[in-house]
């Protein structure tokens, strides 16, 4: 209980609200092994699944012997697509509008591809289940090149799509085409780059990689057959729209499917999706009575389930020879694999990818998006940013270097030339979008400043000059990005996910000694949720943080949520936590009123409880007013401290940041060094600094990943390369840079307490500036333009292109 002398800044402080550097909570089991993540539920009479899986990118199945695997002790079901026809359950809705196999019927479309799943008591005997198995492939021609998806003799993939001409985005123009989907003004843009002074096009590749979560996707089954009841654990980033899927494609009512998120390790968008793997172990699961687990080892994970980007863009400027961008314009080839299992808000069959104007006043822009089919795992979805933003960043920041090169003209000047002035806000976008609030000059100003811009410069000139001269085989790149994201998803006007507005939502129940739980709809996979989202409550309803529980991930008690992606947890979630909060604080104010006898338009707010108006002693604390809530009410007023909100936004966040990247390179091997990673983000208001921290430098570390190493390529027969850690590049403490964070602080003026989104920010940021850095090493050496990602043989093999090495 607060004592009497204790001033507001005192008691304030005992909150661990909003801007405090609260250690987090969740940290004390995650570091002490006592996480319970799917593969830690064990239930009594438990079997486990493995999959069967293609060796081939194309082929046609022409014999399944279940005979083989099922001689083995242990295995007690072999399950294929002949056995899913029934239930109609063989192909399953994608989020995209169109199906994907759950095991494959006829064909496969892609190495590792799901054939047959098979049940045994132990992991053991369901994986000599799966090695005995004998199927018998026909092989066909692979299709592997997107850009050469549309040719008139490029191999037929979907034959179960044969003849269908409208797809999910309108009408199909060849076998293997999903969409073709455009955003901004054609005509408008043709007539701004006819009238330009100066104009670049450049192809740019934004390979596919994988988000790689520490923790690999898995599932338990557990159908009651005797209640009817659906208890599914697994590691799903959005509980809720799970059991929605499930209920619609199984029929089993939804009031009977309970869908459990535990703790998750990591998920970057690779959890968004459903799986065959998920569908599967509910399968056996009511086929065999008994729960089911199914557990992807890496090599599965990094080679069948969600994949990122594979985007083949042509970026397009135009511009006045002063340097003032007049129009902008790109083209898309979106390599989708097999199915087209993207994660998007259903009207964005290209996510958000129209953000591609980035942090610039651009007048006047175009985009188009032509989406494919390839002998590739299916499911692109936003590794660690809103909807292929980070796509949209890479083109338009590359671009704005390119630029600066035609122009002869420093980066940083034609970025500052072209910025959006804080004046403008709220901004309006050539593709339509609403910036909410910043103040672009000022973070750009403080970063060139940060790191003494002027004399990277000099000493990049300098090394020019010494490698020109013969006396230095070393050269600099200094990479600048601005960026802008447009995160929380959102706004119902924009985002439905198959038809489901995406709002999200927070109950609190304050119990009678000031204690609470809170429960929302999103769910944290390492972000920090059980830490901030109690900030948020404290400072909304005087409790103490460390007095409120925070839930998530269960659909029996949480409120419907659509999940956690897209940084949208802080913009959404969080809205509905302060909303929830100040629905609590206003009964509080009614019961306060009745306690100390006065009219509630009388009291007013002091941190944790209220007082009556100038008289700071006559006040009742909100563990005071908790208890009364159960026992001294008001007359005629309903008992307890209860409150929900579900909270649809008015518009997206957009969360900005200027960030810089100094790197050395030895040409003659290639091999780089990161003298400097500068990053100043602006989130608006600040919940947890040290959170905020903590996920910046998670972010740059996926940018650095992405920008200088990952890559999933295949060989010329559909073979995938980098599918296991040997091979995909995962950053450990030895490789990553060490990082220099900065941040400016300009609210939201929609969101209820000025929070924008911040955890993907550091990603979509952090990828063009290393990309810049390493191109800009080479501006002065007549290098234009090369691919991530930035190995060491890749710039070695560039710095030989350009004739630097004999
Ligand atoms: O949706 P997701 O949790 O991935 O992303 P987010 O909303 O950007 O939040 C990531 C973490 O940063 C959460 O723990 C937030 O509470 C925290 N955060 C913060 O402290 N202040 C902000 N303005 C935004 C996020």
Redesign the pocket.
Known sequence: EPSQSETSAERSQKLEGIGCKRKRVEDIRFTQGHGNYVDDVKLPGMLFGDFARSPYAHARIKHINKESALKVPGVLAVLTAEDLIPLNLHYMPTLAGDVQAVLAHEKVLFQNQEVAFIVARDRYAAADGVEALEVEYEELEPLLNALKALDDDAPVLRDDLAGKTEGAHGPREHHNHIFTWSAGDEAATQEAFDKADVVIEEYLAHPRVHPCPLETCGSVADMNPITGQLTLWGTFQAPHVVRTVAALITNIPEHKIRVISPDIGGGFGNKVGVYPGYVMSVVASIVLKKPVKWIEDRMENLSTTAFARDYHITAELAATKEGKVIGMRSHVFADHGAFDACADPSKYPAGMYHICTGSYDIPTAFCSVKGVYTNKAPGGVSYRCSFRVTEAVYTIERAMDLLAQKLDMDPAELRQKNLIQPEQFPYTSAFGWEYDSGDYPTAMAKTLEAVDYKKLRQQQAQMVEDFKAGTSREIMGVGLSFFTEV?GAGPSKNCDILGINMFDSCEIRVHPTGAAIARLG?K??G???E???A?ILASETGLPADMITIEEGDTDTAPYGLG????????VA?AAAARAGRKIKHKAQLIASHLLEVHHDDLEWDVDGFAIKGMPDKRRSMKEIAWAAYNNLPKGMEPGLEAVDYYDPPNFTFPYGAYLCVLRIDVDTGVYSVDRFYALDD???????M??EG?IHGGLTEAFAVAMGQLIDFDETGNILGASLMDFFLPTAVETPKWETDHTEVPSPHHPIG??????SPHVGGVPAFSNAVNDAFRAFGGVHTHMPHTHSNIWNYARSLGMID
């Open positions: 995160v999103v944290s996979q972000q920090g949720h830490t901030t989202f900030q956690t992606y897209g940084s949208r947890s802080t913009p969080g989130c608006g208001t600040r919940i947890n600094p959170i905020i996920q929070a924008k989104g911040v955890g993907e």
